[in-house]
T-cell receptor, first 113, second 113 residues
Framework: DTGVSQNPRHKITKRGQNVTFRCDPI?????LYWYRQTLGQGPEFLTY????????KSRLLSDRFSAERPKGSFSTLEIQRTEQGDSAMYLC???????????FGSGTRLTVV | AQSVTQPDIHITVSEGASLELRCNYS??????LFWYVQSPGQGLQLLLK??????LVQGIKGFEAEFKRSQSSFNLRKPSVHWSDAAEYFC???????????FGDGTTLTVKP
């Protein structure tokens, strides 16, 4: 069990550029979640997958955000035309169906300049 | 809609002293409740969880929490704090289908020597 892996750990990008983050969950976990955390706040839910199906997506997630989990294993989160307000820590977590509580990765810190 | 309030933004305790972190939740049905801990620059680690049954739950690292339905609370406690417990602590409430969780804004714990 290598835990939940997120890459990259840090990303600095210019406003207007597109960025993509990757999350590799624990292999036997069929559920995968994306959260966003800004300084002084708790994590905010973005979206989650059960296997390859995206079951819920937050209204916080604008059309510039898209997430995929094509084969029910790793997931990517893409942000198009980044804005300064997108600067945050993006956290990925995974779990098994019926196993409440998540295992989180260490996050990807995005800075938009 | 579910929500979590952590009334204390920052708490300072002396090493060896007891600790209680407060959490109040709002949820329309029987809640699933969690406490997570986050060290600087890291993801969150699950300390303990409550679904049903005994209202006093034990977690890792010597932590426990008590669910009080009448007060809509789920406070975290530790009888004797260690310097390594300094971190940020998040309370969360989850849906019964194990989808998204809603997190509080956290309590930062400082431990004095």
């Amino acid at each position: 069990d290598t835990g939940v892996s997120q890459n990259p750990r840090h990303k600095i990008t210019k406003r207007g550029q597109n960025v993509t983050f990757r999350c590799d969950p624990i292999s036997e976990h069929n559920r995968l979640y994306w959260y966003r955390q800004t300084l002084g706040q708790g994590p905010e839910f973005l979206t989650y997958f059960q296997n390859e199906a995206q079951l819920e997506k937050s209204r916080l997630l604008s059309d510039r955000f898209s997430a995929e989990r094509p084969k029910g294993s790793f997931s990517t989160l893409e942000i198009q035309r980044t804005e300064q307000g997108d600067s945050a820590m993006y956290l990925c977590a995974s779990s098994r169906t019926g196993d409440y509580g998540y295992t989180f990765g260490s996050g990807t810190r995005l800075t938009v300049v | 809609a579910q929500s979590v309030t952590q009334p204390d933004i920052h708490i300072t305790v002396s090493e060896g002293a007891s600790l209680e972190l407060r959490c109040n939740y709002s949820y329309g049905a029987t809640p699933y409740l969690f406490w997570y801990v986050q060290s600087p620059g890291q993801g969150l680690q699950l300390l303990l969880k409550y679904f049903s049954g005994d209202t006093l739950v034990q977690g890792i690292k010597g932590f426990e929490a008590e669910f009080k339905r009448s007060q809509s609370s789920f406070n975290l406690r530790k009888p004797s704090v260690h310097w390594s417990d300094a971190a940020e602590y998040f309370c969360a409430v989850g849906a019964t289908n194990a989808g998204k969780s809603t997190f509080g804004d956290g309590t930062t714990l400082t431990v004095k020597p």
